[in-house]
């Protein structure tokens, strides 16, 4: 969310911060309503900035031809500048920079822009191959070798367009270090990234164990060659990028070597070597707490800072299991840390929430273990117009949608005789949990525990594929499926209900 200030000779932005200020002029051609966009994809800064969205997109307006914007940066930000369909490479913008940008040269497409004063020598147009790299073709490759081969043969030509551009303008050690950071994590990213996402693919094949073994093989070897903890290169989207990608593929490697090593991942991960005691302790939270286990064995200083700002950040909403130790260890081990201030509100209203207790509103269903059929569900609401939710305290997605659309679902409806029905699902040992949560998320309606054919009978009714599923019951007893879609699609649901009543 850009924050406008004031006016100066043009359009000024500001985004405030303890730090330098860099002045940015623009100059327009004439013609148009002209205007232009620098956008940061640094998932730091976004972190450092309290109610800031990301990417973070600073939109440049001009007034007669010109516009001036001002930043107060902490640090030095790699920003991307768009206009027209002019896409720069990505600016080095520092502060106490003094910038003018001419965007009168690039209106016929094709030619350099012009940019001069203080910091200019950091940003002249380089042709690195970084923001053009499509990793299409190898959607179908079993081996890593073609893509390892090929982003290789890239750093090779970014790392010469580096040279020609450092000896044509003498750029700042600062541009200078930045630059080769992003050349030394971009085939780490870009591989990892792939990587991660091409496993989905190799799994259908039968010889899926022996091929994703190369590729592990082949990630090792990259991570290897280049440090895994490394604060000057938080700088570097790439790096960022590659931090929060690791916390997640990592977590999900975990999940694996519990299933294929059980003993090993125990003794590992939680200190034990009984198998009955390490599951449990992985079951309590196999999210939050393991990926902060990650972040303390992979990573120190500046970068574990970061990576615990991220792991906050990205739960807060949505699965947010031990967010408030995990917050309290945060602040501890960081006090002075520039994330805590977009981060305090959000834990504000967490605690908030962890107080909450069951109500009178919060109904549970009388010998719910004795339910075993959809037919039995219909009977208990027969007669009512009900809105099914089929969900689980394990389920990040169904969490995510009762925290965004519960509250709102039932004010809209409040006047109106509808009921709410939780059936909870594979919950089964998690009472405590499960009744939690219902406090938590305030979740005023009917609840039932469904054992393991009740589940089944209400899914393959419904015709249910995955969690949450939501299904609208008639009073007349046929129902039929939301049509609001993942992530829910409130309006929708709520024009479905109405119809039904």
């Known amino acids: 969310m850009n924050k406008m200030i004031h006016l100066l000779s043009g359009i000024l932005f500001s985004v405030f911060c303890s730090a330098q200020n860099t002045s940015l002029h623009f100059i327009f051609p004439q013609s148009g309503t002209p205007s232009a966009r620098l956008t940061s994809y640094n998932l730091k800064e976004l972190y450092s900035r309290k109610n800031t969205e990301w990417p973070w997109h600073v939109n440049i307006s001009a ?48 030619d ?125 989207p790439d790096y960022i990028f590659f931090v929060r990608n690791f916390l997640l593929r990592e977590k999900e490697a975990l999940w694996e070597m519990e299933q294929k090593e059980p003993n090993k991942f125990y003794k590992e991960w939680y200190a034990t070597e009984n198998a009955v005691e390490g599951a449990k302790l992985m079951r309590e939270d196999p999210e939050n707490l393991l990926t902060e286990k990650i972040i303390n064995k992979y990573f120190s ?58 109500s009178d509103k919060m109904i549970f269903v009388k010998d719910m273990d004795s339910l075993t059929s959809f037919e039995e569900i219909k009977a208990l609401v027969k007669g009512e117009t009900v809105l099914l939710d089929m969900w689980g305290t394990w389920c990040g997605p169904c969490r995510k949608e009762i925290n965004e659309n519960s509250e709102a679902l039932k004010k809209h ?24 949560l219902i406090a938590y998320y305030r979740l005023e309606g009917t609840h039932i525990l469904a054992n393991a054919q009740l589940t089944k009978s209400i899914m393959s009714t419904v015709k249910g594929t995955g969690y949450p599923t939501y299904v609208i019951i008639k009073k007349d007893g046929s129902f039929e499926l939301s049509k609001a879609g993942y992530p829910m699609d409130r309006k929708k649901l709520i024009r479905q209900i109405e119809d039904a009543l």
């Not at 950040?313 to 967010?323: A, F, P, Y």
């Open 63 to 110: 007034s007669n031809g010109k516009a001036a914007c001002l930043l107060t940066l902490p640090e030095p930000l790699l920003m991307k500048l768009e206009y027209k369909n002019k896409t720069s490479s990505y600016l080095l913008i520092s502060p106490g920079d003094e910038l003018t940008i001419d965007l009168t040269v690039a209106n016929g497409g094709g």
């Open 112 to 236: 350099e822009l012009k940019i001069t004063g203080k910091g200019s020598s950091n940003n002249q147009e380089i042709k690195f191959d970084i923001p053009d790299f499509d990793d299409q073709p190898y959607t179908t490759d079993s081996l890593p070798d073609k893509l390892l081969s090929d982003l290789k043969k890239k750093k090779t030509k970014d790392s010469l367009a580096l040279q020609t551009y450092i000896a044509k303008y003498s750029p700042s050690a600062t541009y200078i270090t930045v630059r080769n950071i992003e050349l030394k994590y971009d085939i780490l990213q870009r591989f990892y990234k792939f990587k991660g996402n091409h496993k989905f693919k190799l799994r259908r094949r039968p010889d899926f164990e022996s091929l994703y073994a190369l590729w592990q093989q082949a990630e090792t070897d990259l991570r290897k060659a280049i440090p895994m903890s490394d604060e000057k290169a938080l700088i570097s």
């Open 301 to 358: 200083g500046a970068v574990a800072e970061f990576a615990y700002a991220h792991l906050i950040s990205s739960r807060i909403g949505d699965k947010e299991d031990n967010l408030l130790a995990i917050y309290s260890r945060f602040r501890q081990s960081y006090p002075n840390s520039l994330y805590l201030a977009r981060l305090d509100s959000a834990i504000q209203i967490l605690k908030e929430k962890d107080s909450r207790v069951l």
């Open 413 to 436: 409806f409040k006047e109106r005789k509808v009921r709410f029905l939780y059936v909870s699902n594979f919950d089964t040992g998690k009472e405590a949990l499960w009744k939690k």
